[in-house]
Every structure is written in structure tokens, then in C-alpha cells.
């Protein structure tokens, strides 16, 4: 499976901005997707999740109640929504994915996105 991961850009602190990852190749039931973020001179860190049903998705603390991950089956895409921006959020956000259940641990995604950078401006 691989991944292509769109939508990053430049945005204004407080603004909003949705990303969009989609699977090339069958994606069975289970896939998990997942988005993990990394900014300049860190480590990557994990963002949000979802189960292959819409279901179970968990959150960074720094995305609860501003960031919103859905999916799309039928066009195998996943999404993350991004809401109240903030420098701090600025990075570049990977998509991963995996089968089994969701998981914050970058270590237990098998495929990864190309990623795309997302600035936000104070």
C-alpha cells in the first residue's frame, strides 16, 4: 500500500486547514490510518488515529478539540481536520497505516506517506 498525503500549507494562527491521505492499492477491512507529525529539530510525534470502521479513533492531547480524523472507504482516503491552528502546530504531517488496531506508536505503522508541510504563522 502506499500512501499520498495532501492539503499542508501556509496558514495564519487560528485558521483551519484539512489534510487528505489516500491508499494506493487494496486496503483490506482493519486498515488502520493515522497521522504523526514532525517539526524541525524533534521527533515525530503521533497526532490522531482511526480504526477501519470510523469507530475508534484516539488523539494527541495537543489535537483534542481542535483536529478531527475521518475516513473514507470507498475512496480509501483518511482526512484530518484542523481547526484553531497554532505555530506550535507547525510541522511536517505523515499519514501512516497499519492493520490491527489503532496505535499512537510510529513503530507499529508499516506504511507511510510522503508527508506535507503545514505552516502556521502567528
Known amino acids: 500500500v502506499q500512501l499520498q498525503a495532501s492539503g499542508g500549507g501556509l496558514v495564519q494562527a487560528g485558521g483551519s486547514l484539512r489534510l487528505s491521505c489516500v491508499a494506493s492499492g487494496r486496503t483490506y477491512s482493519g486498515y488502520v490510518m493515522g497521522w504523526f507529525r514532525q517539526a524541525p529539530g524533534k521527533e515525530r510525534e503521533f497526532v490522531a488515529t482511526?480504526?477501519?470502521?470510523?469507530?475508534?479513533?484516539y488523539y494527541s492531547d495537543s489535537a483534542k478539540g481542535r483536529f478531527t480524523i475521518s475516513r473514507d472507504n470507498a475512496k480509501n482516503t483518511v482526512y484530518l481536520q484542523m481547526n484553531s491552528l497554532k505555530p506550535e502546530d507547525t510541522a511536517v504531517y505523515y499519514c501512516?497505516?497499519?492493520?490491527?488496531?489503532?496505535?499512537?506508536?510510529?513503530?507499529?505503522?508499516?506504511?507511510w506517506g510522503q508527508g506535507t508541510q503545514v505552516t502556521v504563522s502567528s
Open positions: 482511526l480504526s477501519w470502521s470510523g469507530g475508534n479513533s
Open positions: 501512516a497505516g497499519t492493520y490491527g488496531s489503532p496505535s499512537t506508536w510510529s513503530t507499529d505503522y508499516g506504511s
